[in-house]
Nanobody, 129 residues
Framework: QRQLVESGGGLVQPGGSLRLSCSASGASGFTVDTYAIGWFRQAPGKMRQGVSCISKSGVNTKYRDDVKGRFTISRDVAKNTVYLQMNDLRPEDTGIYYC???????????????????WGQGTQVTVSA
């Protein structure tokens, strides 16, 4: 059973907003403060790319340049969930969004998945008029 499950995607017009959720499976004992957690996306015909990450402490966050100022990553440890608030969405944000544990150098997350071979089903985000 995969430890992280994505949800919250949908169809939205340009300029719209969505909030994605990445929920940890309590049955596995995995908690969102065990590892740094990142969001990744894959557009049709393109390679998967890192979008954002949040450190194990929850203090440090990182974003790819083209989402800075529009996307916000956060977490709720009590709900064992990491969120990605996406505002001012653009057609180029379209893709399947995945979450996964990421690397972390001391206190700073890196938007690179710990296991490039372990991905869930993701959640589809489509930005279109």
């Amino acid at each position: 059973q995969r430890q992280l499950v994505e949800s919250g995607g949908g169809l939205v017009q340009p300029g719209g907003s969505l909030r994605l959720s990445c929920s940890a499976s309590g049955a596995s004992g995995f908690t969102v403060d065990t590892y740094a957690i990142g969001w990744f996306r894959q557009a049709p015909g393109k390679m998967r790319q890192g979008v954002s990450c949040i450190s194990k402490s929850g203090v440090n966050t990182k974003y790819r340049d083209d989402v800075k100022g529009r996307f916000t990553i956060s977490r709720d440890v009590a709900k064992n969930t990491v969120y990605l608030q996406m505002n001012d969405l653009r057609p180029e944000d379209t893709g399947i969004y995945y979450c996964a544990p990421t690397y972390e150098v001391p206190a700073v997350c890196v938007i690179v998945a710990l296991n490039e071979n372990d991905w869930g089903q993701g959640t589809q985000v489509t930005v279109s008029a």
